[in-house]
T-cell receptor, first 119, second 112 residues
Framework: GAVVSQHPSWVICKSGTSVKIECRSL??????MFWYRQFPKQSLMLMAT?????????EQGVEKDKFLINHASLTLSTLTVTSAHPEDSSFYIC???????????????FGPGTRLTVL | SQQGEEDPQALSIQEGENATMNCSYK?????LQWYRQNSGRGLVHLIL?????REKHSGRLRVTLDTSKKSSSLLITASRAADTASYFC????????????FGDGTTLTVKP
């Protein structure tokens, strides 16, 4: 099956700093990647849809200036949490859609997640 | 309330028993997927069922989909302690966007 990796798997940073998380599709091309956030004991909430070569689409309530998304290639999307605060501490998970399959397929492949802790 | 709601929220069973989790959703879908998540880890894709399918099997897993009731169930037969995890259903609507909407999840505990 298709593999999606994330880096780093965990990160601890000081309040006010910025953190970049990478999401890579390893063996397929993905024009679209998705970024989710999961707080402890809660479900995954979609933050934004990352589109290769164009601006990301953010879900309601997600600050686009705080969560910068760049999807510069068909295999890489990055999420940068700017001026991180303790309330941004969460589990961030990306997913990617295999564009070689038909549009009706819609299966997403998820990365292993990145745990961010902001002190 | 949100698309994709699972019940029960928590389920505790003995090893060897069957576990059934249900998921309900509100809008039309293209497909529905079930995922497992061990504590603090990423998602593991279990099974995808398309809107024109009614039942799928994969090993000890059986998934049903009833589009008229907008519901799905995941059955794990002969459960094992290693099945202890949170299980989420995720729906994809009939668009090309492909983004998934996740339910709240069911936390399954299988006691040895």
């Amino acid at each position: 099956g298709a593999v999606v990796s994330q880096h780093p798997s965990w990160v601890i940073c000081k309040s006010g700093t910025s953190v970049k998380i990478e999401c890579r599709s390893l063996d397929f091309q993905a024009t679209t990647m998705f970024w989710y956030r999961q707080f402890p004991k809660q479900s995954l909430m979609l933050m934004a849809t990352s589109n290769e070569g164009s601006k990301a689409t953010y879900e309601q309530g997600v600050e686009k200036d705080k969560f910068l998304i760049n999807h510069a290639s068909l295999t890489l999307s990055t999420l940068t949490v700017t001026s991180a605060h303790p309330e941004d501490s969460s589990f961030y998970i990306c997913s990617a859609r295999d564009m070689t399959r038909g549009s009706s397929y819609n299966e997403q492949f998820f990365g292993p997640g990145t745990r961010l802790t902001v002190l | 309330s949100q698309q994709g709601e699972e019940d029960p929220q928590a389920l505790s069973i003995q090893e060897g028993e069957n576990a059934t989790m249900n998921c309900s959703y509100k809008t039309s879908i293209n497909n529905l997927q079930w995922y497992r998540q061990n504590s603090g880890r990423g998602l593991v894709h279990l099974i995808l069922i398309r809107s024109n399918e009614r039942e799928k099997h994969s090993g000890r897993l059986r998934v049903t989909l009833d589009t008229s009731k907008k519901s799905s169930s995941l059955l794990i037969t002969a459960s094992r302690a290693a099945d202890t995890a949170s299980y989420f259903c995720a729906t994809n609507r009939g668009t090309n966007a492909g983004k998934s909407t996740f339910g709240d999840g069911t936390t399954l505990t299988v006691k040895p």
